[in-house]
């Protein structure tokens, strides 16, 4: 048996993860590290205690009820967390009236509960032409049986299911899910390998060949694309991945995603710190990427989603 996956959130009624009206579920952990990720609490395969500090009134019950005794309260009154005695085991959260703390990833339920979950929304999705997306953190690292089996029971419900993939996973994971994936939402970010090294902590070889052999299943792909100023928006960067594509895998549908940062808050609420040197690039700068790939015959690519 596999380890359980750990899920953090699944989102109802998105419109940004695939066609339609959809749920994204969520996995926690990813083999990558990208930089300007903004959700932060998908990297880690280990459930995390989140921690908004400014919420805090300083009441200190979450001192008292926490069994590691991983909580202090600090001079300016503010509760202190001690990360490395944190088991995130979740008996503070409860007791804080402040709603201060939040424990990010959960087990995820036994495949037919979440299915059964997920199928209540059923008529949004055959009403918009949605259905599930499943996403991350990277949901093609967790239990290989788990996604199995949820994917087949959604495409037996006759949900149509999409993959947000990093691409760096085996490509038997790919394959064992392939039959019932209607749609990968797969991520390109930089086609320089050191600097894909620098920003996500891995080679992009695994990511790149993977794509390519997924193009040979026909599989039915939009490429994602963050652009993140002033990492991988430069005309050199997008160039060679105007290039990647056109010589190896075609004119896929493209989104080209503005860095946002959402997530900055998120850091700070897991003791990190947000990177505060990236930005979008401006509009003349994502209009001018945009045309790049429409002077070079892609005929569909759009600017977020
Ligand atoms: S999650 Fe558990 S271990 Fe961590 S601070 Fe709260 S009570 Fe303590
Ligand atoms: S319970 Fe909440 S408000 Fe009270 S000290 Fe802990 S974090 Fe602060």
Same mark, same amino acid.
């Given at each position: /048996?596999?380890?359980?996956?750990?899920?953090?959130?699944?989102?109802? +009624?998105?419109?940004? =993860?695939? &066609?339609?009206?959809?749920?994204?579920?969520? +996995?926690?952990?990813?083999?990558?590290?990208?930089?300007?990720?903004?959700?932060?609490?998908?990297?880690?395969?280990?459930?995390?205690? /989140?921690?908004?500090?400014?919420?805090?009134?300083?009441? !200190?019950?979450?001192?008292?009820?926490?069994?590691?005794?991983?909580?202090?309260?600090?001079?300016?009154?503010?509760?202190?967390?001690?990360?490395?005695?944190?088991?995130?085991? !979740?008996?503070?959260?409860?007791?804080?009236?402040?709603?201060?703390?939040?424990?990010?990833?959960?087990?995820?339920? &036994?495949?037919?509960?979440?299915?059964?979950?997920?199928?209540?929304?059923?008529?949004?999705?055959?009403?918009?032409?949605?259905?599930?997306?499943?996403?991350?953190?990277?949901?093609?690292?967790?239990?290989?049986?788990?996604?199995?089996?949820?994917?087949?029971?959604?495409?037996?419900?006759?949900? *149509? #299911?999409?993959v947000d993939t990093c691409g760096d996973v085996s490509w038997?994971?790919?394959?064992?899910?392939?039959?019932? #994936?209607?749609?990968?939402?797969?991520?390109?970010k930089a086609l320089d390998d050191e600097l894909h090294r620098?920003?996500t902590g891995a080679s992009n070889a695994r990511i790149l060949?993977?794509?390519?052999?997924?193009?040979?299943?026909?599989? =039915?792909?939009?490429?994602? /694309?963050?652009?993140?100023? &002033?990492?991988?928006?430069?005309?050199?960067?997008?160039?060679?991945?105007? *290039?990647?594509?056109?010589?190896?895998?075609?004119?896929?549908?493209?989104?080209?995603?503005?860095?946002?940062?959402?997530?900055?808050?998120?850091?700070?609420?897991?003791?990190?710190?947000?990177?505060? =040197?990236?930005?979008?690039? =401006?509009?003349?700068?994502?209009?001018?990427?945009?045309?790049?790939?429409?002077?070079?015959?892609?005929?569909? #690519?759009?600017?977020?989603?």
């Amino acid at each position: /048996m596999g380890t359980t996956p750990l899920i953090f959130n699944i989102q109802r +009624f998105s419109t940004h =993860d695939g &066609p339609g009206i959809r749920t994204t579920v969520f +996995f926690k952990g990813c083999p990558l590290r990208c930089a300007w990720c903004h959700n932060p609490e998908s990297q880690s395969f280990t459930s995390e205690l /989140m921690v908004d500090a400014d919420c805090c009134s300083g009441c !200190g019950l979450c001192v008292d009820v926490c069994p590691e005794g991983a909580i202090a309260l600090a001079p300016d009154g503010r509760a202190r967390l001690d990360r490395g005695r944190c088991t995130a085991c !979740g008996s503070c959260v409860d007791y804080c009236a402040q709603a201060a703390r939040e424990v990010a990833g959960e087990a995820a339920p &036994p495949v037919e509960e979440l299915v059964s979950l997920l199928l209540k929304d059923r008529s949004f999705f055959e009403q918009s032409g949605g259905g599930v997306t499943l996403s991350g953190g990277e949901c093609l690292v967790q239990d290989s049986a788990y996604l199995e089996d949820l994917c087949a029971r959604l495409h037996a419900s006759g949900v *149509h #299911v999409a993959v947000d993939t990093c691409g760096d996973v085996s490509w038997e994971r790919i394959e064992r899910v392939a039959p019932y #994936v209607g749609l990968w939402l797969y991520d390109l970010k930089a086609l320089d390998d050191e600097l894909h090294r620098s920003l996500t902590g891995a080679s992009n070889a695994r990511i790149l060949d993977n794509l390519v052999r997924l193009v040979r299943m026909g599989a =039915d792909i939009r490429v994602r /694309m963050p652009l993140v100023h &002033p990492v991988n928006d430069s005309e050199e960067s997008i160039g060679s991945t105007v *290039h990647f594509l056109l010589d190896k895998v075609g004119r896929l549908p493209v989104s080209l995603l503005p860095y946002h940062a959402a997530g900055n808050g998120k850091y700070r609420r897991l003791g990190r710190a947000p990177r505060e =040197d990236f930005s979008a690039p =401006d509009d003349q700068a994502l209009e001018r990427i945009r045309q790049r790939f429409v002077d070079a015959g892609f005929s569909d #690519v759009e600017i977020g989603g």
